[in-house]
């Protein structure tokens, strides 16, 4: 019997801990190419999980899948001035193929408002076409220097939704709806709560009008962009020639939104509630969510404790539960096991439990042990009690990890020294961002929509008049 | 209102009618980059559902999903030489990356086993490790000179299954295994039949011990390999190292399977079913499986039709149902759209069905009209005889287009007069097949598992002793 695998603890080195629990936990390897990730069956179940649900919050709203493809022409990408600049950096290029020296070069996909929208020039011509909405499921490609498992990967998956509409204010609404739909599906599913907002324009979008965006606050003080949602304004119709007749025969260009959720989730997942014991996983995407364990010591035992088991499962309909009845493994190394690939609930069954018709119950969280009769356990509400717990401590830990501050030595203090978040006042410059990032290396997070009253307020780098809230955090 | 697109009869010219239909039916639509395509939404919800039943059917055999990167090294597909020798010609290469020429140049992904086998020799070490199965949803790009949508193009998207085991004898099973499974699959849910088998030594995967293959006879006489199954014996377990320590202690070499499905099952759907109307779905792909249309002539019948409607719903639980009450279409002009759709069902509710408390159910194959009570309408039993009548049709398109022959002449006559698959004696040299294919363009399509009695008989190509039945026929 190979013995567990240790992880180092949160505290010794936040960083190694994270590498350690994807690995031990079975969730990624890494690829042959630099910075790729092989997601092993565990990690992609907690991925088909996440999309199948999302899927269908998708598909509620009237908005179909389609596939567009991975090759997109180099030329496409050089239409949208600030689209290019903010990718060309990233881009695997594809020069030869089928045998022979391509004549026009093509790029895999960093993202594909370009391909798309190519096509969308096709589609639509006239009001009644619009609103047009499509959402793909699929891999992109960015070339980055510092790859993280799930975090930043030179490959990632990823949703990517494209909405087509005829005015600002309905795509303006449409990029905030997308967004809330992102940060309730964080906060119902995932049991992360986020900070809401807009990014500044030096962190926005590479072609947007402006972006917004869902931002986690992890263990370790850091930020993650969850999911984006832009305003595209008429930034790509007018390269891409999206135009439509409007009700009175007029010729527009259209407006735009595209939004977006990857694999990265997984990552905010594991840095949002894992512990030194490994993962901690939200019911709704745990591929276990109920793990049985038998405890028995003779073959009598044995017979006696897996009958009762039957009857426990029967309690578990339509929950994805396990029985781990391996004889090789010894209980305790299973309850190890099925703790570090965070199953939320555990049940222990000896002879004891079967004979008086009880489960030892044991959570995740905190690992606490209840002795309860059978005929009272109900798998929903233990799963829903689990999640609020989840959800709990985790705005309990944004909250006690985000500072208000009224200076820059504060802001300081806040990234170096506590580690959170700090909402601070800011006169919109980006210079004084620019500044930050360079001195502590925080960015700006978003500004967000809640915004408190800032009259009076000064800009905590320069010192003049404060024109917004912000949120600086270092972020992944 | 636009007039209804034409959609060239298949008798005037087939190819024609195949690119007219996925289009006219909204499939597809053609990529900028050679060969590739985009799928469509309504043309993508056909693969949801084939992905959702299959997907079901692999995860109900105990095998799991996982994701390889789409980036290979180069120097991967090497390691096994047929295999590089097969997929070179093909092969899309990144030879710059984030700004960067790439010391080693990395290819997109045209299958998957050297990447998976790279890490498989990490992963398996023990008789334990055995046998190991995993399977991917993904893209995967071959740079083909000819391409159709769906049939061949530059880019698609597949399932690659692959399983490692521990012996010879094990692994022809799990090949012959997962080709049943494709078999049924095609003949259960989407009403092909298929003549299964194994491949020529010429026809195999590029690397494989043997290939076995589901073939389909299509409309115009041509035949579609669906879906294979490889034995790939030790061919890569050997370069690629992926041994495990058996009982006894010894190390050994494990054997490998792999196998596979793509979105050309949707061209075998269209090229199977289809008519000079458009498409035919097999209801459980069909994104909609019964089209509701309203007639009516004023408000007051509008009303009492739409209400009516309602009821008839209820009749419909479960099914993928669309009421079609755009005003802006007359009913024939909606009879027609869904029609070249495919939707197997169409229910007509106007003023006198509402008023007797019926329907008028007509079926897309035949489009026979039936004027049924409401209430002895049963849709689960509609879509099933459905279902039995397009199969039906279908196989009794196969045998009338399946003939045995017993000479050069007769081989020539049924590939190129008749149209269709000829099974032939044949003495296995392959010379003998590259005589065929270069005087007719038919290849071998299969050797039947179903073989009859070869004695006596002579390989109808150069008269020696024959050794197999095997089929001939033109394909795509």
Chains 1, 2 share one sequence.
């Not at 439509?244 to 735009?256: C, L, N, S, T, V």
């Not at 170096?416 to 620019?434: H, M, N, R, Y």
Request: net charge positive; charged share 30%; proline share 4%.
């Amino acid at each position: 019997m190979k013995s567990p695998e240790k992880i180092t603890k949160q505290s010794e080195n936040f960083s190694k801990w994270y590498t350690d629990v994807v690995r031990v936990a079975d969730l990624v390897d890494y690829g042959p190419v630099k910075g790729t990730m092989i997601i092993k069956p565990y990690g992609y179940a907690i991925w088909e999980n996440i999309q199948a649900i999302f899927d269908k919050r998708i598909k509620s709203k009237g908005i179909a899948n389609g596939y567009f493809p991975i090759f997109i022409p180099e030329g496409f990408l050089k239409k949208e001035k600030e689209h290019v600049k903010g990718f060309s950096p990233e881009l695997a290029v594809v020069t030869y193929a089928g045998g022979e020296k391509l004549t026009e070069k093509v790029v895999v996909r960093p993202t594909s408002e370009t391909i798309m929208y190519d096509a969308f020039s096709k589609w639509i011509s006239s009001y009644r076409d619009l609103p047009y909405h499509v959402n793909q499921w699929c891999n992109v490609v960015r070339w980055e220097k510092k790859t993280k498992p799930f975090i930043r990967t030179t490959e990632f998956l990823w949703q990517e939704g494209h909405s087509v509409l005829a005015t600002e204010k309905e795509t303006d609404e449409l990029a905030l709806g997308r967004l809330e739909e992102y940060r309730k599906f964080f906060e119902e599913i995932l049991c992360i709560p986020m900070y809401v907002g807009k990014k500044s324009e030096k962190e926005k979008f590479a072609g947007a009008l402006y972006s917004t965006s869902c931002e986690a606050l992890l263990k370790d003080g850091k930020a993650l962009q969850s999911a984006t949602s832009h305003n595209l304004g008429q930034n790509f119709s007018k390269p891409f020639g999206i135009q439509f007749e409007d009700e009175r025969g007029k010729r527009e260009f259209a407006w735009q939104s595209s939004w977006g959720m990857s694999t990265r989730t997984i990552g905010g997942v594991i840095l949002t509630h894992g512990d030194d014991k490994g993962l901690v996983l939200p019911p709704d995407i745990a591929p276990v969510q109920i793990v049985i364990v038998p405890i028995y010591k003779d073959a009598a035992d044995k017979k006696q404790v897996l009958e009762y088991i039957e009857k426990v499962k029967d309690k578990t309909k339509g929950i994805r539960v396990k029985v781990d009845d391996r004889d090789q493994y010894s209980p305790g190394w299973k309850f190890n096991e099925w703790e570090v690939k965070g199953v939320p609930l555990r049940i222990e069954v000896g002879p004891k439990e079967a004979k008086e018709k009880k489960i030892t119950l044991v959570s995740r969280i905190g690992r606490e042990k209840a002795n309860i009769l059978l005929a009272g356990f109900n798998t929903d509400k233990e799963l829903e009690k689990f999640k609020k717990s989840l959800l709990e401590m985790a705005k309990k830990f944004v909250s006690e990890n985000t500072f208000e501050v009224s200076s820059y030595e504060d802001l300081k203090k806040v990234i170096e020294v506590k580690k959170g978040f700090a909402l601070a006042p800011w006169c919109e410059d980006s210079k004084c961002e620019q500044k930050v990032k360079d001195e502590t290396t925080a960015t700006t997070r978003v500004i967000p929509f809640d915004q408190k009253d800032i009259k009076g307020k000064k800009c905590i780098v320069c010192g003049k008049e404060a024109k917004v809230w912000v949120y600086f955090a270092k972020a992944y």
